[in-house]
């Protein structure tokens, strides 16, 4: 199939940090806590990753259920990551910015035999497109323009 | 500093591919369009990592920019990635599930002196925990538990 182009404009909103994202009409505040500059209204964009992570993770689960005999009558998804903001705050050069590691754990209650559970989640691992995304992905500034 | 531990709980709502994310007590919905199985009331988790990029983009410039000397009147950042279906509806092995590349554009508006906006920008580039993240991060499963 053809490349999918998905797209999002995020507008900063001139109070503090809090930017409103836009996907198709669909928006999504985005802020900081207090200690960051922020106003704590919204997740911050490291929080986004994670969340976005773990509904990958829950509709890659449902969808595939049914083709590895798996009913599913529960689910979520613990995800967790490690950042030291030494790295984005610019204090140390040594620091990377990003998570140094993210986590996830999938609870899953279905009485379906363990096998068929295990053979669904590591399908769904597999072809995860979050996770593939995060594991490292060209990222490139097409240019910036400055209007004055 | 110590690394900061940020943590995420998405919890599938049993209707359809829906999930609310949860990061300490702020919540999003994650769904899906009709073609993918979901109901299309939210972004889709592949458009969550776009937004975040954004947000982590204007979170950055608009909390650099004095240091940069930069008067920033307005902002915001278009994102764009391109996705083949056919990686993660497990179609085609050759083809990965996740973005093939993100791109995006920083429109700001300025009076200030361009090799200062210049200088911000590339700063922001450089510290940025989401571009970072996207670059490559070991992701991690934890395990999973299948509760008969």
Known sequence: MANVTFASEVTWSGNGVLSTADVQGKKFNIDEPRELGGTDQAP?????LLGALG???NVLVTSFAKQFSVEVK???VH???DLDPDGFQGKNPNVRPGYQEIRYRI?????????NVKALIEHVEKVCPVKDTLQGTAVKNLNYISAT
Chains 1, 2 share one sequence.
């Not at 911050?44 to 986004?48: A, D, H, L, S, T």
């Not at 609870?107 to 379906?112: F, L, N, R, V, W």
């Open 44 to 48: 911050n964009p490291v929080e986004y």
């Open 79 to 81: 995800i967790e990551g």
């Open 55 to 57: 509904g990958c993770i």
């Open 74 to 76: 529960d689910l979520s």
């Open 107 to 115: 609870d899953i209650d279905s009485p379906s035999p363990d096998e």
